[in-house]
């Protein structure tokens, strides 16, 4: 891949004395959309806080050309990248709207989003857009997570587990979000357990295991790979 957007190579990371991360390499290209997939507690979701600054990388991190291992959070979140954790931090005193506007970078420069965007695409949020976030639903608040980060307008989201626990109609909506971020030209990490999500939307899929990359392929060989099923992805 010539001149990818975001490229780790050699990527460690610890917690304490356990070596969680162990010389991970990827790339992503403009506009490509990349699955890492793999069991829970490989490494995945530790790989995307380390490329946002939540946890100490070791090794080299590059966005757009820069480096950015080393940088706190909110700087490389001005840089253009985007991160949608596992946890759907929001504000739940703050109503839906609020939560929206605090995503916006740049008030005087208007994104590729707006709140009016966000809010024809998901009619629940509509509905709810003056109430407190708080007593949204677990589905409902993963939607203004991802909606939040998308009013910062990045260049690359990077969202962790956006289905989980959700119920099958939401997770219809959020993966029909994920696509239409992709045909908006947005680059996206995704970090998911349900293949038939991941598989549709991925031009390229990663396998991890014990904090390596095992795996790099197109879903279509990826298909034809049993053996990387079984061994690093089925409980």
């Given at each position: 891949m010539?001149?990818p957007m975001l490229?780790?190579?050699?990527?460690?990371?610890y917690?304490?004395?356990?070596?969680?991360?162990r010389?991970?390499?990827?790339?992503?290209?403009?506009g490509e959309?990349?699955?890492?997939?793999?069991?829970n507690?490989?490494?995945?979701?530790?790989?995307?806080?380390?490329?946002?600054?939540e946890?100490?990388?070791?090794g080299?991190?590059?966005?757009?050309?820069?480096r950015?291992?080393?940088?706190q959070s909110?700087e490389?979140?001005l840089?253009?990248l985007?991160?949608?954790?596992e946890?759907?931090?929001i504000f739940?005193m703050?109503t839906?709207?609020q939560?929206?506007i605090l995503?916006?970078?740049?008030?005087?420069?208007p994104?590729r989003?707006?709140?009016d965007?966000m809010?024809e695409?998901?009619p629940?949020?509509a509905?709810?857009?003056?109430t407190?976030?708080?007593?949204?639903?677990g589905?409902?608040?993963q939607m203004?997570t991802?909606?939040?980060?998308l009013m910062?307008?990045?260049q690359?989201i990077m969202i962790?587990?956006?289905?989980e626990?959700?119920?099958?109609?939401?997770?219809?909506?959020v993966?029909?979000?994920?696509?239409?971020?992709?045909?908006?030209?947005v680059s996206?990490l995704?970090?998911?357990?349900k293949l038939?999500?991941a598989?549709k939307i991925?031009?390229r899929v990663?396998?991890?295991?014990?904090?390596?990359?095992?795996?790099?392929?197109?879903?279509a060989?990826?298909?034809t790979r049993e053996?990387?099923?079984k061994?690093?992805?089925?409980v």
């Amino acid at each position: 891949m010539s001149d990818p957007m975001l490229s780790v190579h050699g990527l460690h990371a610890y917690y304490g004395k356990s070596h969680v991360l162990r010389g991970v390499d990827l790339e992503i290209g403009e506009g490509e959309v990349v699955a890492l997939l793999g069991r829970n507690g490989v490494g995945r979701s530790t790989t995307v806080k380390a490329i946002m600054g939540e946890v100490e990388p070791e090794g080299e991190i590059r966005f757009r050309g820069e480096r950015i291992d080393g940088l706190q959070s909110h700087e490389i979140a001005l840089r253009g990248l985007g991160y949608v954790p596992e946890s759907r931090d929001i504000f739940p005193m703050m109503t839906v709207r609020q939560n929206l506007i605090l995503g916006i970078k740049d008030m005087k420069k208007p994104g590729r989003w707006t709140i009016d965007h966000m809010l024809e695409m998901f009619p629940n949020l509509a509905a709810r857009a003056d109430t407190a976030a708080g007593v949204l639903s677990g589905g409902e608040k993963q939607m203004l997570t991802i909606c939040r980060t998308l009013m910062g307008d990045p260049q690359l989201i990077m969202i962790d587990e956006p289905t989980e626990g959700l119920a099958p109609r939401i997770v219809h909506q959020v993966g029909e979000l994920i696509a239409e971020i992709a045909r908006a030209g947005v680059s996206i990490l995704l970090v998911e357990q349900k293949l038939s999500i991941a598989l549709k939307i991925a031009a390229r899929v990663y396998v991890m295991g014990h904090g390596e990359i095992v795996y790099n392929g197109t879903p279509a060989d990826f298909a034809t790979r049993e053996d990387i099923r079984k061994e690093w992805l089925e409980v």
